[in-house]
């Protein structure tokens, strides 16, 4: 079975401060890690997937398998990054299938 | 490009009902996945169809099912309706390759009373 586990249902930091959203996972295969983020009054969207290694936004996400983790990361949060972000999974051939975490909300005080 | 859509927007039924929603993918794509989401359980995987067939299915019973057209449309149709599936629920198209991005729509708000 998959699972994701996001840890944090809210986090608040202030402008300018780090910011790290923790995403756990359980997967028995090579699994394909994904953040999306959901801002106020927008559809779900992709904020990056860990096999194109690509900081989005400012935002990095490291896959490190021996803790099973895929944490989200941002030295200097802007408060236009307030919004709910969402940790994902897909494993194998499992077509058209992805295990969401929980979500976490952020909120990045001026 | 356009995006995904979806009708209705809102939906309100009562107990036992049924109801159709409809989901129009991004031109090209092939691939359309269900999401349904609820404050308590988050977002949880339906079924996702490929060229008219289903392809995957999530831990939900029959009442929920489905459909694709030949233009890769979709439907979801979830048979006498019970309190609980008041939900957001979500259609998200791809390419259909594994893994691919998905891209979302809005969503459709069912209410059952």
């Known amino acids: 079975a998959q699972r994701v586990t996001q840890p944090e249902k809210l986090l608040s930091v202030f402008k300018g401060a780090p910011v790290e959203l923790k995403c756990n996972y359980s997967?028995?295969?090579?699994?394909?890690l994904f953040w999306y983020v959901q801002y106020s009054r927008q559809r779900l969207q992709l904020l990056l997937r860990?096999?194109s290694r690509e900081s989005i936004k400012g935002f990095t996400a490291d896959l490190n398998k021996g803790e099973t983790s895929f944490h989200l990361k941002k030295p200097f949060a802007q408060e236009e990054d307030s919004a709910m972000y969402y940790c994902?999974?897909?494993?194998?051939?499992?077509?058209?299938?992805?295990?969401f975490g929980q979500g976490t909300i952020l909120t990045v005080h001026p | 490009k356009a995006g995904v859509t979806q009708t209705p927007r809102y939906l309100i039924k009562t107990r036992g009902q049924q109801v159709t929603l409809s989901c129009s993918p991004i031109?090209?794509?092939?691939?359309v996945s269900w999401y349904q989401q609820t404050p308590g359980q988050g977002l949880q995987f339906l079924f996702e169809?490929?060229?008219?067939?289903?392809?995957n299915k999530g831990n939900f019973p029959g009442r929920f099912s489905g459909r694709q057209f030949s233009n890769s449309r979709s439907e979801m149709n979830v048979s006498t309706l019970e309190l609980g599936d008041s939900a957001l629920y979500l259609c998200?198209?791809?390419?259909?390759?594994?893994?691919?991005?998905?891209?979302f729509g809005p969503g459709t708000r069912l209410t059952v009373l």
């Open positions: 031109s090209g794509h092939r691939s």
């Open positions: 998200a198209s791809s390419s259909g390759l594994p893994n691919d991005e998905q891209f």
């Open positions: 860990h096999i």
């Open positions: 169809y490929f060229s008219e067939t289903q392809r």
């Open positions: 994902a999974l897909a494993g194998g051939t499992s077509y058209g299938k992805l295990t």
């Open positions: 997967y028995s295969g090579s699994p394909e």
